[in-house]
């Protein structure tokens, strides 16, 4: 297609998305209104309904070669603490979704990336409207999976479709489309895709759209990712839960155990305490701290009010933002197990669970970074107590190129639509099939996201603002339409 052409496409697309909000948004809601929670075993169908609704959707835009794609659920066998194997469903396979349209000779091929799978919404109580019953207030929409990544993932989709109406069933570029619902427990799926099937995700750029802007109205593109690797411990005293009076002295307590273990995971200053875990850990360059000074942020508004805690915490010497992008960090998220009702019970419990994680920072790898926490935690066992360690997902770090043209293409559609230049930042969230994309497909990753700082992704009453949402929908029919020219 001629430049022309393809500008004309663009514009007649832009005004097709703008004229049709009100319907995309409708049919925002009635994903959200699936719970595809993809780490709940009751919700298994749920997470395969919402792939369904996305395949048909691909399906109705004119994208070819719509399918699911199953991945497998894996059992593995692990060995108790007695040594007796047991088999412990590794993970539940979700389904990717396919769709591509590879009509547009000599332009380049764009690969989508969003997911379709969500947190878990707990604890309920806490949301204003319930989490899958979208509702719309103050120019935002309410659902667990707006922003994190249905309304995302839905804005790539209807920008396909906008292009495709303007163009009379064409677009610009190339696009094959994947939609994976295993993001948010570790993405092993897609990953074992990629590595099999690359040739089937062949392009030349991923898009990702699964990250946020800086601050309201600042268009940013995201360039680096901390990885992850999540963890149990799990700690075993006596045979069976007793009596804590009876046995209380001479009986070993798991939770006393896993609190003695985890304080010595992390100093006081936020120093991570295992050894040699900060070993592989690169130092950003000048130029991006640099970068990362001269970006609008104030710390103390920042701990007002997207913390809200009388105050920051974290390792020495380092900004916020170096604290929350460049340096990896331990947390704790629960400790299942024991007497959590109401009241009192006096109860020895026989085995206790931390679930702790490590976001790792470039040139870290899952594979070190767990053989050296596990090594030290075990090293760390108090006495009569049994310890296992078990990996339960992980991910790599990653930092992308931003020395390319469709980073170009992106900023300039970018500043079309907010009138501002792009800030470049990273984010301390993980997207582990990020660095699969650029090691294994060996292309460049555009990661242009619209969420904003307070969208309360993994929270209660998580939102997409409408406004961004239309944003992200023209930035990127005006990106594929660059990418295209
Ligand atoms: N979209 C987020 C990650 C994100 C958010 C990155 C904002 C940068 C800015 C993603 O869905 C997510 O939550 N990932 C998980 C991955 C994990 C479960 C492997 C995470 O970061 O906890
Ligand atoms: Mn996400
Ligand atoms: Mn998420």
């Known amino acids: ?74 059992e593995e066998v692990i060995a108790d603490a007695a040594g007796n194997a047991r088999m412990v469903p ?20 764009v690969l989508c990336y969003g997911h379709y799978d969500v947190q878990p919404a707990e604890p309920l109580d806490e949301w204003k409207s319930p989490p899958f019953e979208p509702t719309e207030r103050d120019g935002n929409i309410y659902a667990r999976g707006a922003v994190d990544d249905k309304g995302q993932m ?137 970068a990362w000074k001269a970006l609008p942020f104030d710390e103390e508004h920042y701990r007002e009010t997207e913390v809200g805690s009388v105050s920051l915490t974290g390792e020495a010497g380092y900004s916020v933002l170096e604290r929350l992008w460049a340096r990896p960090t331990l947390d704790v998220h629960g400790m299942p197990g024991g007497f959590i009702g109401a009241g009192a019970k006096t109860v020895i419990p026989a085995k206790a669970v931390a679930k702790v994680s490590m976001r790792l920072v470039p040139d870290m790898t899952p594979t070190e970074s767990f053989a050296k926490y596990k090594a030290y935690v075990e090293s760390l066992c108090p006495k009569g107590i049994v310890l296992e360690v078990r990996l339960i997902h992980s991910g790599d770090p990653i930092v992308v190129s931003t020395d390319n043209k469709f980073v170009q293409a992106a900023t300039e559609a970018m500043h079309e639509v907010f009138g501002k230049d792009t800030v470049f930042v990273r984010g301390g969230g993980s997207i582990p099939i990020v660095g699969d994309f650029v090691r294994e497909l060996k292309i460049p990753t555009v990661m242009m996201g619209f969420g904003l700082p307070d969208d309360n992704l993994h929270a209660p009453n998580e939102k997409f603002h409408l406004a961004n949402f239309y944003r992200g929908i023209e930035s990127i029919i005006r990106f594929f339409g660059g990418v295209g020219a």
């Open 1 to 74: 297609m001629t430049k022309l052409a393809t500008a004309d496409q663009t514009q007649a697309a832009v005004v097709f998305a703008r004229e049709n909000q009100g319907r995309f948004v409708e049919e925002l809601k009635a994903l959200l209104r699936i719970p595809s929670v993809s780490t709940d075993p009751e919700h298994v169908g749920d997470v395969r309904k919402a792939a369904e609704f996305v395949a048909a959707e691909l399906r109705r835009i004119g994208l070819e070669n719509v399918r699911l794609v199953e991945t497998s659920t894996e």
């Open 90 to 109: 590794a993970r539940i396979g979700h389904p990717l979704v396919y769709g591509d349209w590879l009509h547009a000779s000599g332009a380049p091929t």
């Open 154 to 290: 839905w804005m790539h989709v209807k920008a396909l479709e906008a292009l495709m109406v303007a163009g009379g069933g064409t677009l610009p570029v190339n696009v094959r489309v994947i939609v994976e619902g295993e993001e948010e427990v570790g993405g092993e799926g897609i990953a074992a895709f990629v590595r099999e099937h690359g040739d089937q995700l062949k392009a030349d750029v991923a898009l990702v759209s699964d990250t946020e802007m800086f601050a309201p109205d600042l268009p940013t593109l995201c360039v680096g990712l901390r990885g992850m690797i999540y963890t149990e411990i799990e700690a075993r005293g006596a045979r069976t839960d007793l009596h804590s009076g009876l046995f209380g002295g001479a009986a070993p307590n798991p939770f006393v155990a896993l609190v003695q273990v985890i304080a010595q995971l992390k100093d006081a200053e936020g120093k991570i305490l295992i050894p040699g875990f900060y070993d592989g850990v690169a130092t950003p360059t000048d130029a991006e701290l640099k």
